[in-house]
């Protein structure tokens, strides 16, 4: 298991090096100087040649590469072009508004998704059944953005409940701030809880019909012990797998959603960094996303390993 | 749902897309970038069925151009997704060994990203537009594909009909072309269709930050950006063109369903 483990770790590392590479490559081949941007057309060439030798752009790609990387490793994110502040600082003040967002989205879609996936099995071709999934598949059909927009109009417009856009801050309070956080966490869950309760549904029906399920029914359990102790325990194994490849779509969707509601989290950074070629921010925002989708997805396989041991067993 | 219903409903859905994209091709109400200034911000009536946005055009006819943006794109990338990802993903289950394990990892690799977001990415540094946001989200379905398409071959790979067309003599080429690769036409088929959703979904909201289609061509995703900013005078401009996104992935969405319960009979007993 700790040789298995080891190998494990070093591919992972592998894979976010070679994550770092491609966003590396992307951003030379793509047309953008940011020197040029920042002092606009009618610069003077030696101005030009001066900023980019501050910038360290006048160094060979390789060279800047092995230097973003090696800094990347020990923690410094390197200097905002535009800004002359620690990317680190940019992107810490953002995370705060982008995390819980995040989080708050996948609580929700998951303590909405698996009652109505475990729901819908157990009544499985019931009108309640067929009811729920139909649900499913108009929420997975909706663009969150435009769930967003309804909300606003609904919540915000109408009846005046949460704000249309806007991030109260921290400092106003937690309360607050999870307020200004709760109608862009719904339009964030709800496609994703969609997908989830097609899952979950799916995976329970399939647990239902194993022999240790006939087994508790045959030694005198109800349908419904037997359901929550026995079925659903081992259908939310393959469930967890899917909510580790959420966390990715959670990721790309708070980007859009960030726009739609104002928030000023990752997603408007990421933006305002684009247009303003701050391309140190835009390389290192994509690799830090890129690098959390691949831990939370190596996280979920190990958990997986630990909760199914029959997993683990062929790969050792 | 039936799986017989859903294929029903699916395929109405996206026949009503289609018949609205190829009518709008020869006529719409009002010319879709036509500005009207005098009635902008019309309420739904019997002369703009759907009301009028800020410039005072259409909201129907940009919804019913605005298909051929929504389908040409998607459409464009999923087969920029298909017509790369096949070859690779039966290229790496029949080749095994080395080209195999590269091209599954350089899968792995792209799925760490999440697609949005670099697709994002690609479209503001390369310029904004329908061809690079075509190419953004085709880029996507490349691995996609040739996951699938691998995972398919794989399992049909050690059958008796594909070992003895081996026997045979015929190269693997002619065993993939002849004999997978028509085995699996269905599963991809199936894979089509959901691309093709999520195609149409990402595009929506490329275009909804501005980095998709670029104006005057009506787009559905630029609509709702334009109707947020008039949402207290004209809250139903909001609801409109994000009834046509989801129209139009709910009908492939449930063509694709249908489609899967329909070529494997086996999964029905599972539904």
């Known amino acids: ?316 | 749902m039936k799986p017989k219903l859903s294929l029903y409903i699916g395929v109405g859905l996206v026949g009503l897309i289609v018949a609205t994209a190829l009518l709008a091709l020869f006529w719409t109400p009002y010319p879709p970038t036509k500005i009207d200034i005098l009635h902008r911000l019309a309420r739904p009536s019997a002369a703009h069925w759907l009301g009028t946005d800020p410039f005072g055009r259409d909201v129907l006819s940009m919804i019913m151009v605005g298909t051929h943006t929504s389908l040409l794109v998607s459409l464009l990338a999923v087969s920029i997704g298909a017509g790369i990802g096949i070859p690779l993903g039966a290229l790496a289950s029949s080749c095994g060994g080395w080209v195999d394990a590269l091209v599954m990892r350089m899968a792995d690799l792209a799925f760490a990203f999440p697609a949005l977001l670099t697709a994002v990415m690609i479209t503001a540094l390369a310029g904004p537009g329908a061809t690079n946001a075509m190419l953004a989200i085709g880029l996507f379905n490349i691995p996609v594909f040739a996951r699938v398409t691998r995972g398919a071959a794989l399992s049909v790979q050690e059958r008796d009909f594909v070992v003895a067309a081996r026997a045979t003599g015929r190269g693997a080429f002619g065993v993939m072309a002849r004999h997978v690769l028509p085995n699996i036409s269905g599963i991809l088929l199936v894979q089509i269709t959901i691309q093709f959703a999520l195609g149409i979904l990402a595009e929506a909201g490329l275009s909804y930050v501005g980095l998709g289609t670029q104006p005057p061509q009506p787009s559905w995703g630029r609509m709702l950006n334009d109707a947020q900013t008039f949402i207290f005078r004209a809250p139903m401009l909001a609801v409109f063109p994000g009834l046509a996104i989801t129209v139009a992935v709910l009908g492939l969405n449930l063509l694709g369903d249908g489609l899967r319960d329909r070529l494997d009979p086996r999964l029905m007993a599972r539904r």
């Not at chain 1, 160094?59 to 973003?68: I, L, Y």
């Not at chain 1, 309804?150 to 309360?175: N, S, T």
């Not at chain 1, 509601?261 to 290192?284: C, E, H, K, N, Y």
């Open chain 1, 1 to 316: 298991m700790n040789l298995f483990l080891f190998r494990r770790v070093l591919g992972l590392l592998a894979t976010v090096l070679a994550a770092s590479l491609v966003v590396f490559i992307v951003l030379e081949v793509l047309p953008s100087d940011p020197a040029a941007l920042m002092l606009g057309t009618d610069a003077r060439p030696d101005t030009l040649a001066a900023l980019r030798r501050e910038l360290g752009l006048d160094q060979p790609s390789w060279w800047r590469f092995v230097t973003w990387i090696g800094n990347l490793l020990r923690g410094d994110l390197g200097i905002s072009y535009t800004y002359r502040v620690p990317v680190s600082e940019l992107i810490g003040a953002r995370v705060e508004v982008t995390l819980p967002l995040a989080m708050m989205a996948i609580g929700l879609s998951t303590s909405i998704a698996i009652p109505i996936g475990v729901f819908s099995a157990s009544r499985r071709g019931a009108a309640s059944d067929t009811a729920m999934m139909a649900g499913a598949q108009l929420g997975i059909a909706m663009p969150n953005f435009w769930l967003g927009i309804l909300f606003i109009l609904v919540f915000a417009v109408w009846l005046g409940w949460f704000p249309a856009g806007g991030f109260a801050g921290w400092d106003k309070g937690v309360g607050a701030a999870l307020h200004s956080l709760v109608l862009p966490a719904f339009a964030l869950a709800l496609p994703q809880a969609a997908i989830l309760s097609r899952v979950t549904r799916a995976s329970v029906l399939e647990t239902l019909g194993q022999d240790y399920v006939r087994t508790a029914r045959a030694k005198g359990l109800t349908a419904t012990v037997a359901l929550w102790r026995h079925a659903v325990p081992n259908a939310l194994i393959p469930v967890a797998t899917i909510l580790g490849l959420q966390f990715s779509f959670l990721l790309a969707g708070t980007v859009i959603i960030e726009n739609v509601f104002t928030l000023p989290g990752l997603g408007r950074l990421m933006f305002q960094s684009i247009a303003q070629r701050d391309l140190i921010v835009v390389q290192d925002l994509v690799v830090l996303m890129a690098t959390s989708v691949i831990v939370i997805n190596f996280v979920v396989d190990m958990i997986y390993r630990l909760l199914d041991p029959r997993i683990g067993a062929g790969a050792q």
